[in-house]
C-alpha cells in the first residue's frame, strides 16, 4: 500500500525476534521482503547483504531453493549496479546449481533478466538471445509470468530494432498480458511502456498511440510500488516525448531517470544522459549536449558496455553535426554502420542512413545526400517487406516519408 517506512520498522522487529528465537525460516522471510523494499528504492548495499545472508542461511538450512533464492537475487543486484563480470559469474552458478537440482523457477528467473543483460553488455547478442529463449520456454512450462514478462519485453526490443514489428508486438502483447497476470503494477507498466516505444520506432501515424500508452503507463507507475522499474520506464517515455517536440517534458523525464532512485537507475543511466543530450541539442544548447554526452561516454566506456557502444556512436555523430563539424559526424556514422549491420539491426541502420543524408545536405554535397537517401530507402523497404500488418507498413511507409524529406537543423 506504499507504506514502506511502516514496512521496515515491522521488518527490522522481526528481524530481531527471529534471531531472538533462533527462528531461521523466519529471518529467511524477514531477509527476502528486506530485498524486496530495498532494490526498487536502488538501496543496493542493502539488498546485497541481504541476499547472501539468505544464500548462507539457506546453505545452512540444507534447503536449496532458499538457497537459490539469494543467488538468483544477488546476480541481479550485481547487474542493476553495473558489475557485470561479477553478476555473470554468480548467475552461472546460479543457473548450474539450479539445474543440478531441478529448479526451474530459478532456471527461469536466471535465464531471463541476469545471464542475457551481461552477455548483451558483453556484445554477445546471440548468447544473449539464446538464454532467453530457453529462459521463456521454462517460464511457459511452469506459469512464471515475471519471467516470461521479462524474456517477453527483451526479445521484443531485439525484434523492434531488427525492424520485425509484427513479432515485437506479439512479444510486447504477451509481456502485457504476463505482467497484468502477475499482479504487480511494476510489471504492467513494462508492457504497456514498451509498447509504446513499439509504435514509436514504427512512428508515422502511429506515434500518438505510443504517446497514449505511454501516459497510460504513468498512471500504472502512480499505485504503490508501480515505479520500481521506473528509470526504465521514464527514459522510454522521455524519448517519445523528445519524437513528439515536447522538449520540457522530456528533460524532466530523463531528469527523473538519473535522479529518482529505482531498481534500474544505474543501468538505464546512459540511455537516459543520451537523452539529456538530444534535448539539448534540439534546443541548441551545445554545451550542455556535450556535457551530458561526455558524461554518458565516459559512463559506458568504464564499464564495457559494448550494447551501448552504438548509442555513443550515434549520439556523438548527432553532436558533431550540430557543432559543424561534418567529418567527425560522418566518421561516427560510418562506424555506426558497421556495427548495425552486423548485427542485423535494420532499424538503427535505417536512422542512421537519414542522418547521413542530413549531413551532407548540410555541407552541400547533393550527390552524396542523395546516395545516403537511397540505402535509407533501400533499408526502409526490406523492413516493409517484412511487415504483414497493413496499419503497421503503411505507418512506417509514412514513416519514411517524413524522416527522408525534412532535413536537420543546425542551430
Known amino acids: 500500500m506504499g507504506e514502506r517506512e511502516a514496512a521496515l520498522q515491522d521488518l527490522a522487529e522481526a528481524e530481531r525476534r527471529a534471531v531472538d528465537a533462533d527462528d531461521d525460516a523466519g529471518l529467511v522471510e524477514a531477509c527476502i521482503t528486506q530485498c524486496k523494499l530495498r532494490t526498487g528504492f536502488a538501496e543496493f548495499e542493502e539488498a546485497e547483504y541481504y541476499m547472501k545472508k539468505v544464500a548462507d542461511l539457506g546453505e545452512e538450512m540444507g534447503v536449496t531453493e532458499t538457497t537459490l533464492f539469494g543467488m538468483s537475487h544477488f546476480a541481479s543486484t550485481l547487474v542493476y549496479t553495473t558489475r557485470f563480470d561479477e553478476a555473470l559469474e554468480e548467475a552461472e552458478k546460479t543457473l548450474a546449481k539450479a539445474e543440478e537440482h531441478g529448479h526451474l523457477k530459478y532456471q527461469a528467473e536466471i535465464l531471463t533478466f541476469a545471464i542475457p543483460a551481461c552477455h548483451l553488455r558483453n556484445g554477445d547478442i546471440e548468447s544473449a538471445m539464446a538464454a532467453l529463449e530457453k ?103 522521455g524519448y517519445g516525448s523528445i519524437q513528439a517536440g515536447q522538449l520540457d517534458e522530456a528533460e524532466e523525464l530523463f531528469h ?72 567527425a559526424a560522418l566518421s561516427s556514422l560510418l562506424l555506426s554502420e558497421s556495427m548495425a549491420r552486423e548485427a542485423g539491426l535494420k532499424r538503427i541502420l535505417f536512422d542512421i542512413h537519414v542522418l547521413r543524408q542530413d549531413v ?46 525534412v532535413e536537420t537543423q543546425r542551430p
Open 256 to 327: 527523473k531517470a538519473l535522479d529518482e532512485p529505482t531498481a534500474p537507475m544505474w543501468l538505464i543511466r546512459p540511455s537516459a544522459l543520451a537523452g539529456l543530450a538530444e534535448v539539448a541539442i534540439s534546443r541548441g544548447d551545445l554545451q550542455s549536449a556535450k556535457a551530458s554526452f561526455e558524461e554518458m561516454k565516459e559512463y559506458v566506456s568504464e564499464r564495457k558496455m559494448a550494447d551501448r557502444y552504438l548509442e555513443v556512436e550515434m549520439l556523438g555523430a548527432r553532436l558533431s553535426a550540430a557543432q559543424g563539424d561534418d567529418e
Open 135 to 237: 529462459g521463456m520456454e521454462i517460464a511457459l512450462q511452469i506459469g512464471d509470468r515475471v519471467s516470461e514478462a521479462l524474456a517477453a519485453v527483451a526479445q521484443g526490443d531485439m525484434a523492434v530494432q531488427r525492424g520485425s514489428f509484427d513479432e515485437a508486438l506479439t512479444l510486447y502483447n504477451r509481456a502485457v498480458a504476463a505482467g497484468q497476470a502477475t499482479g504487480f503494477p511494476h510489471m504492467k507498466a513494462v508492457g504497456l511502456c514498451t509498447i509504446g516505444t513499439c509504435y514509436r520506432r514504427i512512428g508515422g501515424p502511429l506515434l500518438q498511440r505510443a504517446l497514449d500508452l505511454h501516459a497510460e503507463t504513468r498512471e500504472v507507475m502512480n499505485l504503490p510500488n508501480g515505479s520500481t522499474l521506473g528509470a526504465w520506464m521514464w527514459t522510454e517515455m
Open 360 to 405: 551532407h545536405r548540410e555541407e552541400g554535397n547533393g550527390d552524396a545526400a542523395e546516395a545516403a537517401a537511397a540505402d535509407a530507402r533501400e533499408v526502409g523497404g526490406v523492413i516493409l517487406s517484412g511487415i504483414r500488418d497493413q496499419e503497421l507498413k503503411s505507418a512506417f511507409e509514412a514513416q519514411i516519408e517524413m524522416s527522408l524529406g
